[in-house]
């Protein structure tokens, strides 16, 4: 063997003593592994490939070879029994023994299993289901035997072939912590457990301890084990103890998980009230609650300062307005007594109308002709005569005309 081999090669050698030549088929009958303890011997998961070798002439010699397939090579100890088939479809049936297990260092390793181990460490498992060149780690037992052990058994350190659990039985169930079968409404109490330990019957306790105590039947749901209690699956319930005391089962064991739940409808205003009624959420619909209030009040107070404001605004304006108006009446009253100001227009067309907010202010329309104009000693305001009435009105609401620019009879506006 070499390292990174896959396959084990089984040879035989052979010698043609006739006289005439004969062609030559290999075929495995059986190989058995062996095993220390005869419950595991195994005479089905090894399985070796041979086939036509092809044509052997008198006084040939050859070896035949049959090819193992494998990724597990070590530890391998039995005999495989081969077929020899020659023309005329006789046979000669020949066993071969082989043995690869690998020992620690320090320890005598067979020649053809040197090459294969050559630089790896050799570690000291205690079953031969443990990889001794991979830090005794379980083995593939799947791969290893074929498929014939596909189960790998923690506390014996071995691997096993999975229980068949009976398929016409609904309620059996494969437990793999323990790779058995279980009725599922079949449980063991605490008491019982008791008493079969009072027999003393060592592999009736090993069985008892790999069982799972319980005391109840779990209909939609699973046992937990931690907690000892049924957990149901989603839309069930167990049955309270005000509903007709509870169920129990032939045994006298409470059955849990037994009723479903159907769903209630419920309305908008009471999902509401549990929602903000549930003391999760007190907390922080009380600190909302606070928060929008305070925002409230900020966001009214800062209205009332803007009207404020503005209504301060708007009383400075007719203050001021009023105090220039007062302070033009003056100026018309010196004026009119010191002799008439100089004439620079002859009419004045009202293009913008003006409330009057004192009585020396005209009040004047749109299309108005105002006529003796004078101007005043205040900036922006003119003396003039309208439908008769003679006051004061701003120059920005009227468009001035010299004498001959009027465009119309002024005198039949202005009266």
């Known amino acids: 063997m070499q390292k990174g081999d896959v396959a084990l090669t089984f040879y035989i050698t052979v010698k043609n003593t006739g006289h005439y030549s004969v062609g030559i088929d290999v075929e495995m009958y059986q190989c058995c592994l062996d095993d220390p303890e005869p419950e595991y011997k195994d005479c089905k ?15 040939d010699s050859r070896n035949l070879t049959l090819i193992y397939p494998n990724m597990y090579l070590t530890d391998r100890v039995g005999t495989c029994t081969v077929d020899i088939i020659h ?6 049936r020949h066993k071969i023994a082989f043995d690869t297990r690998i020992y620690p260092r320090n320890t005598w390793i067979p020649v053809f299993l040197r090459k294969y181990i050559y630089g790896m460490v050799v570690y000291h498992c205690t079953s031969i289901d443990q990889d001794r060149l991979q830090s005794c780690r379980p083995v593939d037992c799947i791969q290893k035997y074929n498929g014939y052990r596909n189960y ?4 014996y350190q071995r691997c096993q072939p999975a229980t068949k659990c009976s398929s016409s039985i609904k309620e059996t169930i494969f437990i793999p912590e323990w ?4 009725d599922r409404y079949q ?34 749901g699973h046992w937990n084990t931690e907690f000892r209690v049924c957990i149901c699956d989603a839309g069930w319930r167990s049955t309270s103890t005000q509903e007709l005391g509870g169920q129990y089962s032939s045994q006298n064991i409470p059955v849990m998980c037994n009723i479903a739940i159907q769903a209630q409808p419920v309305s908008l205003v009471v999902r509401i009230y549990k929602y903000f009624t549930t003391p999760k959420w007190n907390a922080e619909l009380i600190a909302t609650v606070v928060i929008l209030s305070i925002s409230l009040i900020l966001s009214i107070a800062l209205l009332l300062m803007c009207a404020w404001e503005k209504i301060k605004n708007r009383k400075a304006y007719s203050v001021n307005r009023k105090t220039s108006l007062q302070k033009l009446a003056e100026s018309l009253g010196n004026a009119s007594k010191g002799g008439s100001a100089s004439h620079l227009y002859e009419y004045a067309k009202v293009l913008k109308a003006n409330s009057a907010l004192t009585e020396n202010e005209l009040e004047l329309s749109v299309g108005d002709w105002i006529r003796n104009l004078e101007k005043t000693s205040s900036v922006g305001w003119w003396k003039g005569t309208c439908h008769g009435i003679t006051g004061v009105f701003p120059s920005k609401c009227v468009k001035f005309y010299k004498a001959g620019e009027c465009p119309v009879d002024s005198d039949s506006d202005t009266n």
Do not use: W
């Not at 790998?152 to 506390?155: C, G, L, V, Y």
């Open 152 to 155: 790998f058994n923690t506390t």
């Open 45 to 59: 998961s090894m399985v070796l490939i041979g086939g036509h070798q092809g044509m052997m002439h008198p006084d």
């Open 187 to 220: 449980v063991l109490l605490e008491h019982d457990r008791s008493a079969l330990s009072a027999h003393n019957d060592q592999s009736m306790l090993r069985h008892l301890t790999e069982m799972d105590i319980q005391n109840s039947i779990c209909n939609h």
């Open 179 to 182: 790779n058995g079968c279980k």
């Open 87 to 92: 023309t005329g479809n006789h046979y000669l």
